[in-house]
């Protein structure tokens, strides 16, 4: 059975999967899925035969979560107000590769960190570490997820979320969990985020709108400040 406090053992240090003939076989079909995307904007039978994952049709940005409050500037998990970190991104080719660019980033500058660091209070005055803000992405790709699901049976009812509470609630169950396990669990929501991301069909805004607002958005948002607490771990060194 898939345990979530193993999955870290089939991945490397930089988040990529171990066994180096599935990495490189999951870059060639990520090559192929662009390519195939690529060829629908250009050939009609292409077009019509390409059903999954992907589409080039431009979307207008959103600033803002509908279905979620946006958090106030201040609260604890938030580095001014969401919308100065919107990243323009228009067909949904873009929005696959800035998430992968921007959540390789993220982890790269986390796993950075050495082991008597990473748990280490003070990336935000209220006591955040390093670790409580992978807990808390993770769990917002684990809601994200969630959603997803919800948004393929049919099931999805937007419904007003208090980002805030959320925060504090992610916050409460995860501040005690070891950092391989809160590093296990951020790897496995999103690996299961983008699956759900593939089973909708095209043109599902609702799905896009999460993906943005969960993965790159939301990386974007926290980037700064933690390249800023590193900074200031590695002054204190």
């Given amino acids: 059975m898939f345990s979530l406090a193993q999955a870290h053992r089939g991945l490397t240090r930089e988040g990529r999967i ?20 690529e060829a629908s904007t250009h050939d009609p039978c292409t077009k019509r035969a390409w059903v999954e ?9 959103s600033t803002g979560w509908n279905e979620v409050d946006e958090p106030r500037a201040g609260s604890i998990g938030v580095v001014g107000r ?12 873009e929005l696959v590769v800035e998430e992968d660019r921007l959540w390789s980033e993220l982890h790269a500058l986390v796993e950075s960190l050495p082991a008597d660091l990473v748990a280490a209070p ?3 005055p ?18 994200a997820g969630v959603i ?23 916050y409460e ?6 950092f391989t396990t809160v590093r296990s669990q951020a790897q496995a929501a999103r690996s299961r985020m983008l699956r759900a991301w593939g089973a909708l069909p095209d043109d599902t805004t609702a799905g896009d709108r999460w993906i943005r607002k969960a ?3 939301h990386y974007a948002e926290h980037l700064p400040r933690l390249k800023e607490w590193l900074a200031e771990l590695g002054s204190k060194g």
């Fill in 18 to 37: 171990a066994d180096e003939q599935l990495q490189e076989r999951s870059d060639t079909n990520m090559v192929n899925l662009m390519d195939q995307v």
């Fill in 53 to 61: 994952y992907l589409s080039e049709h431009p979307e207008p940005l």
């Fill in 82 to 93: 969401r919308a100065a970190y919107s990243v323009r991104m228009h067909t949904k080719r």
């Fill in 122 to 124: 003070g990336y935000f």
């Fill in 126 to 143: 209220e006591g955040w570490s390093a670790k409580d803000l992978l807990a808390h992405i993770g769990s917002w790709l684990a809601e």
């Fill in 148 to 170: 997803l699901e919800q948004i393929r049976f049919g099931t999805y009812r937007p419904e007003e979320i208090i980002v805030d509470a959320m925060n504090r609630t992610f």
């Fill in 173 to 178: 169950a995860m501040k005690d969990v070891p």
């Fill in 215 to 217: 993965g790159p958005e």
